[in-house]
């Protein structure tokens, strides 16, 4: 059976207040000394919590999150989902199943941070490319990467090279040290020049369909 993946992608320029905020989102919105980070925190915040209050039925300031002892909050009951903003976006992934999502906006990286990050078989994707087809190759690994231990939710403990993923158009788990790769689905997401996007998905073996919620709203990079 095909497991289904839902995206939503909204900007995170204007601000929507605190109405939508817990206590402590509010508190810690006002924390940030730059008022843009404020207002994008609490854009990319009352965005998921709209979202997740409109699938439940639930108000979004009632909703109750919890974390796992990795801090990956979770919702009691479901749907599984998780969170990422990059440039000025937020992408927001639900799924069935364990499922994480991670966006980036293209800029200029350092060959060590492949080296320092990366697996064997990453790094040696790599190696015959230059200028903007390492730079597309290297953010295409890293949100595959991403957004598959933000899945698993166990943070920075995992350690990044005991798996590989595909540095080329097809988006695939190719190695997982400590499971099965193939119950694991990667898909790219469709964000444009300059972006990179991918979701990972615990699929079972199964496809995994993308179905974009963004609405009438402009992709990043379009």
């Given at each position: 059976?095909?497991?289904?993946?839902?995206?939503?992608?909204?900007?995170?320029?204007?601000?929507?207040?605190?109405?939508?905020?817990?206590?402590?989102?509010?508190?810690?919105?006002?924390?940030?000394?730059?008022?843009?980070?404020?207002?994008?925190?609490?854009?990319?915040?009352?965005?998921?919590?709209?979202?997740?209050?409109?699938?439940?039925?639930?108000?979004?300031?009632?909703?109750?999150?919890?974390?796992t002892a990795q801090g990956k909050p979770l919702l009691p009951g479901g749907p599984a989902f998780n969170l990422s903003h990059a440039g000025g976006w937020a992408a927001l992934a639900m799924a069935p199943v364990a499922v994480g999502v991670d966006i980036e906006a293209h800029r200029p990286v350092e060959p060590e941070v492949a080296t320092r990050f990366f697996s064997a078989a990453e790094q040696a994707a790599l190696a015959p490319l230059a200028g903007a087809?390492?730079?597309?190759?290297?953010?295409?690994?890293?949100?595959?990467?991403?957004?598959?231990?933000?899945?698993?939710?166990?943070?920075?403990?995992?350690?990044?090279?005991?798996?590989?993923?595909?540095?080329?158009?097809?988006?695939?788990?190719?190695?997982?040290?400590?499971?099965?790769?193939?119950?694991?689905?990667?898909?790219?997401?469709?964000?444009?020049?300059?972006?990179?996007?991918?979701?990972?998905?615990?699929?079972?073996?199964?496809?995994?369909?993308?179905?974009?919620?963004?609405?009438?709203?402009?992709?990043?990079?379009?």
């Open positions: 059976m095909e497991v289904a993946v839902d995206l939503w992608l909204w900007s995170l320029g204007q601000d929507p207040g605190d109405g939508p905020l817990s206590p402590t989102e509010r508190a810690r919105a006002a924390r940030f000394l730059r008022p843009a980070d404020a207002v994008a925190y609490r854009a990319a915040h009352a965005g998921l919590r709209t979202i997740l209050g409109a699938v439940t039925g639930c108000a979004p300031a009632a909703l109750a999150f919890q974390t087809a390492w730079r597309q190759a290297f953010f295409r690994i890293w949100t595959r990467k991403e957004a598959f231990v933000k899945a698993l939710g166990a943070g920075l403990s995992h350690p990044l090279d005991s798996f590989d993923v595909t540095a080329g158009a097809d988006a695939q788990l190719a190695r997982h040290a400590a499971g099965r790769a193939a119950d694991w689905a990667l898909i790219d997401l469709p964000l444009g020049t300059g972006w990179a996007g991918a979701v990972a998905v615990e699929a079972g073996g199964a496809p995994a369909r993308l179905r974009l919620r963004a609405g009438a709203m402009p992709l990043p990079g379009h």
